[in-house]
């Protein structure tokens, strides 16, 4: 318990570590109020600067919160006291346009995403962007594969998909093999009194709804699980709020994919669930497969069927766990008749990758890093032309948002809008 404190503790407390050489400088586009805050995602909204960028920041010697700007000057510069922030700029456009600027942290609405990203590359800057990266995937296409990215000289583009870089993610993963996953069920959710449906994730004109808010994650799961993308969403079924307002915004849902190798993913996730919060969880069962054992006769077999659960997936650093479960058989070859049967099973945590134990075993951190710091390291090893050791791809975001517009085609809600920025 007192490790858990510890750790939980130093995560939002992180030493401030002394900026070395030349720092990247990061500008804030969004300065949400956690003064402000009524409900539950808008604590998200409020918190999130602080969590994924400004908190991470601290402790890391190479990066520089420089700047904020916001709809409203006056809560931009209270955002800016609160957090240590040097600079207040009028507009979002005035972060752009300073030359002190080498990066832009984008929190915004899911709706502005493309837009504040592609004026953040076009101005030549770095761009760390909140995910969902954009609203469908003609977006993406459009973000992830403009000229501007190209060049020899181009800025970074990462979709902040924090949870992914986290070593208890990568070592859950080790105890998978992906061509015998045959089903993978994932599931995350926030209890209903967090929500209320005035809340942006209810607003489809900003690109609403749970698969946006929390799904994108499952679905994400689901992708590095098998590998792969799916072939076609099978179902998606979802719940609205049906007043004529919000009802293209789903509360709830719950989808099937049919992946390459013949598996099934299941996502399921809702923003009304009951009281308490269940962990977000991704639960993976193989096939039946055949183990070499010379110690059996000829005459018989053995057969392994594993399964393999990661409790808490999106924020591991306050709680994870691992669980993998074989089940062994020896069966007689002729008849499968069973011979013996029992079960084997483990638990893991990783919360650095020096725990992990995989192939980035030799990878920088403590186990007070958040993902978000994780994130934060591989996003300035890229800028600065070092090695990484994970990354998400601007084709991976772009297979992402495919398999969102899959769902909500088959859901019938109809794809999120696409932006009239040009």
């Given at each position: 318990m007192l490790s858990l404190l510890k750790r939980v503790f130093t995560s939002f407390g992180p030493p401030v570590a002394e900026k070395q050489?030349?720092?990247?400088?990061?500008?804030?586009?969004?300065?949400?109020?956690?003064?402000?805050?009524?409900?539950?995602?808008?604590?998200?909204?409020?918190?999130?600067?602080?969590?994924?960028l400004i908190t991470p920041a601290k402790?890391?010697?190479?990066?520089?919160?420089?700047?904020?700007?916001?709809?409203?000057?006056?809560?931009?510069?209270?955002?800016?006291?609160?957090?240590?922030?040097p600079d207040v700029k009028d507009t979002y456009q005035d972060v752009l346009d300073d030359p002190n600027i080498d990066a832009i942290f984008i929190p915004l609405p899911n709706s502005l995403h493309y837009e504040w990203a592609v004026r953040s590359i076009r101005a030549g800057k770095h761009v760390l962007v909140e995910k969902?990266?954009?609203?469908?995937?003609?977006?993406?296409?459009?973000?992830?594969?403009?000229?501007?990215?190209?060049?020899?000289?181009?800025?970074?583009?990462?979709?902040?998909?924090?949870?992914?870089?986290?070593?208890?993610?990568?070592?859950?993963?080790?105890?998978?093999?992906?061509?015998?996953?045959?089903?993978?069920?994932?599931?995350?959710m926030v209890p209903s009194w967090f929500t209320s449906k005035d809340d942006i994730e209810f607003n489809f004109k900003l690109g609403g709804g749970s698969m946006m808010?929390?799904?994108?994650?499952?679905?994400?799961?689901?992708?590095?699980v098998f590998v792969d993308e799916p072939e076609e969403c099978l179902t998606c079924s979802t719940n609205v709020y049906a007043d004529g307002i919000h009802d293209q915004c789903d509360y709830d849902f719950k989808a099937q994919f049919r992946f390459p190798n013949?598996?099934?993913?299941?996502?399921?996730?809702?923003?009304?669930?009951?009281?308490?919060?269940?962990?977000?969880?991704a639960r993976v069962t193989h096939r039946e497969v055949v183990v070499p054992d010379k110690t059996l006769p000829a005459s018989q077999e053995k057969v392994q069927t594993r399964q393999v659960t990661l409790h808490g997936f999106m924020h591991a650093v306050l709680w994870h766990r691992i669980d993998v479960k074989d089940s062994y058989l020896i069966r007689n070859k002729a008849d499968s008749r069973?011979?013996?049967?029992?079960?084997?099973?483990?638990?893991?945590?990783?919360?650095?990758?020096r725990d992990s134990g995989g192939k980035f075993a030799s990878a920088p951190g403590e186990d007070w890093w958040m993902s978000y710091r994780y994130q934060l390291e591989e996003f300035v090893n890229r800028v600065k032309g070092s090695e990484t050791q994970y990354w998400v791809s601007g084709e991976d975001s772009t297979k992402q948002m495919r398999m969102i517009d899959m769902a909500y085609g088959q859901s019938g809600l109809g794809l999120r809008p696409t932006s009239s920025f040009v």
């Amino acid at each position: 318990m007192l490790s858990l404190l510890k750790r939980v503790f130093t995560s939002f407390g992180p030493p401030v570590a002394e900026k070395q050489g030349d720092p990247i400088r990061f500008g804030v586009l969004g300065a949400a109020d956690i003064a402000s805050v009524t409900t539950f995602w808008s604590l998200i909204a409020a918190l999130t600067p602080p969590l994924a960028l400004i908190t991470p920041a601290k402790s890391h010697p190479e990066v520089i919160v420089q700047a904020v700007a916001a709809r409203d000057r006056i809560r931009a510069e209270a955002f800016a006291k609160k957090h240590g922030i040097p600079d207040v700029k009028d507009t979002y456009q005035d972060v752009l346009d300073d030359p002190n600027i080498d990066a832009i942290f984008i929190p915004l609405p899911n709706s502005l995403h493309y837009e504040w990203a592609v004026r953040s590359i076009r101005a030549g800057k770095h761009v760390l962007v909140e995910k969902p990266a954009v609203d469908n995937e003609a977006e993406a296409k459009l973000l992830f594969n403009l000229p501007e990215l190209s060049r020899p000289d181009a800025p970074v583009l990462l979709e902040a998909f924090h949870n992914r870089f986290h070593p208890a993610v990568q070592k859950f993963l080790t105890f998978i093999n992906p061509a015998d996953v045959v089903h993978v069920h994932t599931d995350s959710m926030v209890p209903s009194w967090f929500t209320s449906k005035d809340d942006i994730e209810f607003n489809f004109k900003l690109g609403g709804g749970s698969m946006m808010a929390l799904g994108t994650y499952n679905f994400a799961m689901l992708r590095m699980v098998f590998v792969d993308e799916p072939e076609e969403c099978l179902t998606c079924s979802t719940n609205v709020y049906a007043d004529g307002i919000h009802d293209q915004c789903d509360y709830d849902f719950k989808a099937q994919f049919r992946f390459p190798n013949g598996g099934i993913g299941e996502a399921t996730t809702t923003l009304r669930g009951p009281l308490w919060w269940k962990p977000s969880e991704a639960r993976v069962t193989h096939r039946e497969v055949v183990v070499p054992d010379k110690t059996l006769p000829a005459s018989q077999e053995k057969v392994q069927t594993r399964q393999v659960t990661l409790h808490g997936f999106m924020h591991a650093v306050l709680w994870h766990r691992i669980d993998v479960k074989d089940s062994y058989l020896i069966r007689n070859k002729a008849d499968s008749r069973p011979v013996k049967a029992w079960t084997e099973t483990s638990s893991h945590k990783a919360y650095t990758y020096r725990d992990s134990g995989g192939k980035f075993a030799s990878a920088p951190g403590e186990d007070w890093w958040m993902s978000y710091r994780y994130q934060l390291e591989e996003f300035v090893n890229r800028v600065k032309g070092s090695e990484t050791q994970y990354w998400v791809s601007g084709e991976d975001s772009t297979k992402q948002m495919r398999m969102i517009d899959m769902a909500y085609g088959q859901s019938g809600l109809g794809l999120r809008p696409t932006s009239s920025f040009v």
